[in-house]
């Protein structure tokens, strides 16, 4: 009897004493990973070019070492990064670089996080700080117009959404005069925060205080001055912060009226 029930024993079934060895964790990935991995870093070194055909399925299965099926599997996931394109009837070709699929990504990530108008406030702080800065110093006679009629634009706006994306297009105008793009794609990113950020502080101390810290920050930037720009920016940023606390925007409650409303 014990010699049979010996033999039912599967091996390394737990026996008294002793834990039952860990499975070695496969080293080697799929074979759809490893084939989306080599044709992505293909597409980024620019062995297949921005707006190219990319070689035949029978052509990527001898290269690659791969069946038909791993290959349309793989050509599915680079066409949802947004690194091929694929019509009726066509070859995939090489989508040309294009930044609007990460600001997708990140503002989704955003969408389904924990991100509140308090930790959005956190971020403008240093980086509207030095996107101003820079653009103190960089900005040309165009992008300076462009600021000032933002600001005409704010003042003549006629509701709260119009001031908002007023607001919102100084704002994006001085990233573009930093002349440093990630600034841009960031800002792009967390518009859907943004808006809502302003939507709340100019209903609570309405558009006339915005105004005037956007016309102190153009006076600034017209100077060319990064250190008054950078300063006016932070200072324009905690205003915006103070009054989120003060409408009851971040507790959870609804937000209240500010005391200019009467």
Known sequence: ???K???????????????????????????????VDRL?????DGH???????PPESALCRTLGVSRTVVREAMRILRA??????????????????????????ALMLRRGEASLLHLAELRRPMESEIAALAAARATPSQIQRLDAA???LAAAPDLAAQADADLRFHFILAEASGNPLFQLVLEAIWGLQRQSRMTTIAHSRAVTAITWHRRILEAVRANDSAAAHAQMTGHIDASRQDLLESGATDGKPPRPGKNFG
Do not use: N, T, Y
């Open 151 to 153: 600001i005409q634009e």
């Open 48 to 54: 297949l070019p921005a707006d190219r055909e990319i």
């Open 81 to 106: 990064q947004g690194l091929v394109e694929v019509s009726q009837g066509k070859r995939p070709r090489v989508r040309p670089a294009d930044a609007k699929f990460a600001i997708d990504s990140l």
């Open 40 to 44: 992505r870093a293909w597409i980024i």
């Open 1 to 3: 009897m014990g010699e």
């Open 5 to 35: 029930r010996a033999m039912r024993e599967e091996p390394g079934a737990r026996k008294p004493g002793r834990e039952r060895p860990l499975r070695r964790v496969e080293a080697r990935p799929p074979l759809v990973e490893q084939a």
